[in-house]
């Protein structure tokens, strides 16, 4: 079992950042690949980023938020970050870490383990 646990959420206006973390706890954390997602009411978990195990970690984001958000590890620490600057009213959501065992992947249903979520609210 692997535990996620969110932080960093809250309410920010548009234009402003917020950095996201995601602590793990359970399982070799440096085997896992982890990505971040996100979801709206009435809409699907929608993905934001994700990151390779690897030392040389590889990154991958959605078109919507490449050149704003940046997602990075610390594996000493078993924290995975997503700072997002340059925030839009649609990046409004609940934002969920997620750990994959193995490779990255842009789609939710690949990911194994995931944490409770946390708001982020961005105001026009």
């Known amino acids: 079992q692997v535990q996620l646990v969110e932080s960093g959420g809250g309410l920010v206006q548009a234009g402003g950042s917020l950095r996201l973390s995601c602590a793990a706890s359970?399982?070799?954390?440096?085997?896992?690949?982890m990505g971040w997602f996100r979801q709206t009411p009435g809409k699907e978990r929608e993905f934001v980023a994700a990151i390779s195990w690897s030392a040389g970690s590889i990154t991958y984001y959605a078109d919507s938020v490449k050149g704003r958000f940046t997602i990075s590890r610390d594996n000493g620490k078993n924290t995975v970050y997503l700072q997002m600057n340059t925030l839009k009213p649609e990046d409004t959501g609940v934002y969920y870490c997620?750990?994959?065992?193995?490779?990255?992947?842009?789609?939710?249903?690949?990911?194994?383990?995931w944490g409770q979520g946390t708001q982020v609210t961005v105001s026009s």
């Open positions: 997620a750990a994959r065992f193995g490779s990255s992947s842009r789609r939710s249903d690949e990911y194994d383990y």
């Open positions: 359970g399982r070799t954390f440096t085997n896992y690949a």
